[in-house]
């Protein structure tokens, strides 16, 4: 029989090519090196100067602005429509400084968070110089810079904390590159460690518009930690008058205030004797708004009526 040949009816595999699919990229948020916070209340024009410059900061991707406002009734509880990248808190009714701030930090992405008053305008460098500073010194917990007007003149002091108490001017800052420690450096423009703020259970709301500044000085000083300003590193702070000039319920605010601190730190008796003295002054002088928030101990943290 002739010889009959199977055909191979299998099919070599032949190479499959491949071909590489790009993946879509992921853009990673990059989080916040510092939280930058402003309170601020019927003060549209200086917040659009202090935003602005802050704008301009060098890795500014690496900052989080956020602005607490404090119930304005003028254009700044529509400034994130004109800034984009700003986180802006509206409350219902002015609270105070003191809730303010709290608000602003338990907001804060960042570890360090920056306090800056509206009328204060940052150099480009200004946040990065005072975050390099303050990671680079463990036993300091908060860093300042060199407040100066707008023709260059030094604007900071030399505080203590009795100075602040008592409205004392402090002594002349002797301009150089080092950094100095200080007592007090209050709040117009002030780098702090969140986790020191977290640890002493965030500002203490005994206080309403004013004191919490002083309160903060005490605790780090308590601490045994540092505040330190560097004349090295600048920004100007513009002079504005208080808006809350002369409004008794403001006056009665810092009273109490002044009071709540002096019970803490110096004893009871201190604090009473105070606000006492304070209130007898209302009364010679016929102030009866005041004198009736100073009795009551109303401070300014949006229960009352303004």
């Not at 509880?77 to 700003?86: F, G, Q, V, W």
């Amino acid at each position: 029989m002739p010889e009959t040949r199977r055909r191979d009816t299998q099919k070599r595999e032949q190479p499959v090519e491949t071909v590489a699919i790009p993946r879509e990229q992921v853009e990673v948020p990059v989080e916040p090196r510092v939280s930058v916070i402003l309170v601020s209340r019927n003060q549209a024009p200086a917040l659009r100067r202090a935003i602005e410059a802050l704008e301009k900061s060098q890795n500014r991707d690496r900052m989080e602005i956020i602005v607490v406002d404090c119930a304005s009734e003028d254009e700044s509880r529509e400034l994130d429509s004109e800034y984009e990248k700003i986180t802006l808190l509206r409350l219902p009714h002015n609270m105070g400084a003191t809730r303010a701030m709290n608000i602003g930090t338990r907001t804060a992405k960042a570890e360090i968070v920056f306090f800056v008053s509206p009328n204060v305008e940052v150099s480009p460098d200004t946040v990065t110089r005072l975050a390099d500073g303050l990671e680079g010194d463990s036993e300091t917990t908060a860093v300042a810079p060199l407040l100066v007007d707008v023709e260059g003149n030094t604007v900071s002091r030399n505080q203590k904390i009795d100075d602040a108490l008592s409205g004392n001017a402090g002594e002349p800052i002797v301009e150089s590159e080092e950094s100095i420690a200080v007592e007090y450096a209050g709040c117009d423009a002030l780098m702090i460690r969140k986790q020191f703020i977290k640890g002493m259970n965030y500002f203490d709301q005994h206080y309403g518009h004013f004191g919490a500044d002083v309160d903060l000085a005490a605790q780090i000083e308590n601490a045994q930690r540092k505040i330190r300003l560097y004349p090295g590193i600048r920004a100007t702070i513009h002079p504005a008058p208080d808006p809350n000039a002369g409004d008794p319920l403001f006056t009665a605010d810092r009273i109490i205030g002044m009071s709540v601190w002096r019970r803490k730190y110096v004893g009871f008796f201190s604090g009473l004797t105070y606000r006492i003295g304070a209130i007898f002054s209302a009364l010679g002088g016929l102030r009866f708004t005041e004198l009736s928030a100073l009795v009551s101990g109303q401070k300014l943290d949006g229960s009352q009526s303004m």
